[in-house]
């Protein structure tokens, strides 16, 4: 999928790095104590070199002090309460996966917006694939980006203070992009090697193929343990997958076996450049043969409508870049409705589980 992984991404990760928990006085005026409470903290892994970034968004039960997360030189950030007392009870936990080439702080629109409807987020920097780290060879390590997710999922679990706030009937993986693949993995969908070969092969300058033909990726050679493998994580009731990549190369027997309900969520009508990212019958046809699937369009919309909102200079700056046009939404679009009707489709299905 898309990555702005070019000179601009390590512009915007120094921000999103050194910039996003900074004290802000002009944040959204909204009352403190109903502001998302947000901490971070690194997720102990067995099957990457190093510990991976994470951060959890959750209900506040008091006010401590104003932050901005995701607050960069072109994106809106989210406010935030740094670190309050999570509210009583027990709260549904949501799973979530960037795509590639992003990170979990420019999802803080999304993620806040859940919290607002009494969801705990979960969220993880998937390295290799993240903001100002993003490499084709190591993109294409699909197996590591779900065991992110349930290595992260076990460390909050096992918390002695955020575990005992957690739903643990009502937990769901959702991503977007090459995260609604990985979210699609986490209950049992399984990739082939030889379908998303063909894929590229005839589409190799589409978008997604594009930037592992660039990195020399065959997929004939990837390494079939990481992206062919079985990474069911029987604590996800569902997931939430927002356009995800490459669903044309899934194992069609893996289809059959999945038995929990299933959103997928399209932005926008896709052209034939985006085929990567296409679940109608147009691309993969996932939307019919996923045997429990929900299929929710999003329009006026595109791709990049689920990033978050764009400052004014935004633009300029990436045509300035020569990076993808990530501000920019279609004809009659506006990201603003666009992301609160995302946010509707979501809890939609969500409530229902």
Same mark, same amino acid.
């Given at each position: ?15 999103? @790095? ?32 190093? *510990? ?18 995701g607050d960069n030189i072109v994106f809106k950030g989210a406010a935030v309460q740094m670190g309050p ?30 919290? $607002? ?11 290799g694939s993240t903001s100002g780290d993003s490499s084709p060879r190591r993109s294409v390590r699909l ?22 706030? &957690? ?33 590229? /092969? ?6 997604? @193929? ?6 020399? &990726? ?9 992206? $062919? ?21 899934? /194992? *069609? ?27 109608? +019958?147009?691309?993969?046809? %996932? ?6 699937? !929900? ?27 020569? !990076? ?9 679009? +506006? ?10 489709? &979501? ?5 229902? %589980?």
């Open positions: 999928m898309p990555s702005f992984s070019r000179r601009f991404s390590s512009l915007l990760l120094g921000a999103l @790095c050194a910039g996003s928990l900074f004290v802000s006085l002009s944040a959204a005026a909204q009352p403190p104590q109903a502001l998302p409470g947000y901490d971070r903290f690194d997720v102990q892994v067995t099957h990457r070199a190093w *510990p991976v970034q994470g951060s959890i968004w959750y209900p506040a039960a008091n006010r401590t002090y104003r932050g901005m997360i007392r999570v509210k009583d009870g027990r709260h549904p936990l949501i799973v979530l996966s960037h795509g590639s080439g992003g990170n979990m702080d420019g999802l803080g629109w999304f993620s806040s917006a859940l919290v $607002e409807a009494g969801y705990m987020v979960l969220a993880v920097n998937h390295p197996g590591q980006r779900v065991k992110d997710l349930s290595a992260a999922l076990d460390q909050v679990l096992a918390d002695p203070y955020f575990g005992q706030h &957690v739903d643990r009937t009502r937990i769901a993986s959702l991503g977007f992009s090459l995260g609604g693949a990985t979210a699609l993995q986490s209950v049992g969908l399984r990739f082939d090697r030889v379908l998303t070969k063909a894929f590229c /092969d005839e589409n190799s300058d589409r978008v997604g @193929c594009d930037f592992y033909r660039k990195g020399g &990726v065959d997929f004939s050679k990837v390494d079939p343990e990481q992206f $062919e493998g079985d990474f069911k994580d029987p604590r996800f009731a569902a997931p939430v997958s927002v356009d995800p990549g490459f669903t044309v190369g899934l /194992d *069609p027997e893996s289809l059959k076996k999945v038995t929990e309900p299933v959103l997928l969520i399209s932005l926008g009508f896709q052209n034939d450049n985006w085929k990567a990212v296409d679940v109608t +019958e147009e691309g993969s046809g %996932l939307a019919r043969r996923l045997p429990k699937a !929900e299929f929710v369009r999003i329009a006026p919309a595109n791709h990049f409508s689920f990033l978050a909102e764009c400052k004014p200079a935004g633009k300029a700056i990436l045509a300035e870049e020569g !990076e993808d046009p990530i501000c920019d939404d279609p004809e009659g679009g +506006e990201r603003g409705l666009a992301h609160q009707q995302t946010i509707n489709a &979501v809890l939609g299905f969500l409530d229902q %589980l």
